[in-house]
């Protein structure tokens, strides 16, 4: 059966690098510079693309090419903190704080709808709003808890959609209703992620490829970057390096970061009216499984992307493209004929408290932990490690110097006990729809 699910000429690969592959840069280490960002994913180039605009001088570092990891490997869905809003804010923080947290992470929407805007990036960005599918009717009912608060973090409209409804978002009837949120978008992540990087250039920034940081030295002044490719030194260093961190010149970050592997394929051309019939308005859908979908129409209308956690251990795409075709089928059994030209996969970086982190350790800065919803969390998470780097912030931000938590004896590498949560995750799924 599995061999059957792959269309001749299958690749590994993203399908987004079929018109936005990275491109390779033959750039020289400079021996100095004011700002050194380590990662060139969309929170360094963030960064960078803020801190000119401010007149420092910033050099982006990538261990691959810059944008090769999560930046032109994820779903290209643009949200404005939906999962913080369903996570227990008030819980952990009290009212006030929990408030001031959400809609911090809710101001990741407009501002990369400005950014994009303003730099006139080519990265077929929509505003598609986005369905949230409810798995069983308690989720529904969760949901509708959160409704109100979402609606608050974003600003805009959040509706509660019933079973009867499902079919004006998604054609299947595996949902027992959902939420439907308007502050959501989509984009193609590989061109947002190479126009980032194209807009940061434009304006000065040196971004190098294929350089990997082995360690930061702070030196009297600044840091000491040792690299595989020679040393340099800069007055300040942000790492960047998010779900890609484990093994990097960072351990204390590494030690609060959980890097998770997230798996996606694309179907063959399935035609823009059939697409249309499955999607009647294009939105973007995720749904509330522990061990959850999210999916989409590709921007030119012709393919389903279909992502999910398709293995909690290390896997090749191959591996696991047949677990993410059976869960496809099983929310839309209709595609039993459609093959996978591609299958990729990319890490994202969970924390310990759920919440992405901004702040300073031993005087490097760092932003990382955007839950595997990163588009514009961690594009707004790059610009305001930009503005704290600068002295240039004119108000507080609520990420900012948080609690960042890690665990007893946690090194970096969950890859010992994902695989135990994951199958807990999966149980409960089972048992939870089985009780529904």
């Known amino acids: 059966m599995s061999d059957r699910i792959f269309a001749p000429g299958f690749q590994a690969r993203p399908y987004w690098w079929e018109a936005a592959e990275p491109p390779q840069r033959d750039n020289a280490l400079p021996e100095r ?48 903190g939906l999962k913080v809003a369903r996570g227990p804010l008030t819980k952990n923080f009290g009212e006030e704080r929990a408030t001031e ?23 077929d960005y929509v505003r598609s709003g986005r369905f949230v599918g409810a ?36 054609a299947t009837d595996h949902y027992y209703g959902g939420l439907h949120a308007a502050g959501a978008g989509s984009l193609h ?33 600044g840091f000491r970057l040792v690299t595989t490719r020679g040393e340099m030194r800069a007055d300040a260093v942000l790492m960047a390096t998010n779900g890609y961190s ?4 960072m351990p204390w970050l590494t030690k ?29 859908i995720s749904d509330t499984k522990r061990v959850l979908n999210y999916y989409r129409p590709s921007p030119d209308g012709k393919r389903i992307l279909w992502g999910g956690r398709a293995s909690f251990g290390p896997s090749t795409p191959e591996e696991a493209a047949p677990t993410l075709h059976a869960m496809m ?36 800065h760092y932003a990382a932990g955007c839950q595997g919803s990163g588009v514009a969390m961690a594009s707004w998470m790059g610009h305001n490690a930009a503005l704290k780097i600068a002295g240039a912030a004119n108000a507080g931000f609520a990420l900012d110097s948080l609690h960042f938590p890690t665990r007893a004896f946690y090194d970096g590498n969950p890859d010992w006990f994902l695989p135990i949560v994951g199958g807990w995750y999966r149980l409960r799924d089972r048992v939870d729809r089985v009780l529904a």
């Open 256 to 284: 609060r970061l959980m890097p998770i592997g997230s798996y996606i394929i694309a179907t063959e051309e399935l035609g823009e009216e059939r697409i249309n019939r499955i999607f009647p308005h294009r939105h973007m």
């Open 135 to 170: 798995y069983t009717p308690k989720h529904l009912a969760t949901l509708a808890g959160n409704r109100a608060r979402i609606e608050e973090i974003s600003g805009d409209s959040a509706t509660m959609i019933d079973k009867a409804g499902v079919r004006g978002f998604v």
């Open 101 to 123: 947290i959400a809609r911090a992470c809710g101001a990741s929407f407009p501002f990369i709808e400005e950014l994009i805007a303003r730099e006139q990036l080519d990265c």
């Open 33 to 80: 510079c004011r700002v050194a960002i380590v990662g060139g994913g969309y929170t360094g180039l963030s960064a960078a693309l803020t801190l000119r605009r401010l007149g420092h001088e910033v050099t982006v570092l990538d261990a691959e090419r810059i944008g090769w990891g999560a930046s032109s490997r994820n779903g290209g869905m643009v949200s404005g």
């Open 329 to 364: 089928l099983e929310v839309l059994p209709e595609l039993k004929d459609v093959r996978i030209t591609h299958a990729w996969t990319g890490n994202v970086a969970f924390t310990f408290d759920y919440l992405p982190h901004l702040g300073v350790e031993d005087g490097v």
């Open 189 to 221: 992540p590989g061109k947002y992620a190479r126009s980032l990087a194209a807009a940061a250039e434009r304006l000065g920034a040196h971004l190098v490829d294929q350089v990997r940081v082995t360690a930061t030295v702070k030196e009297a002044g």
């Open 246 to 249: 484990r093994g990097g010149p």
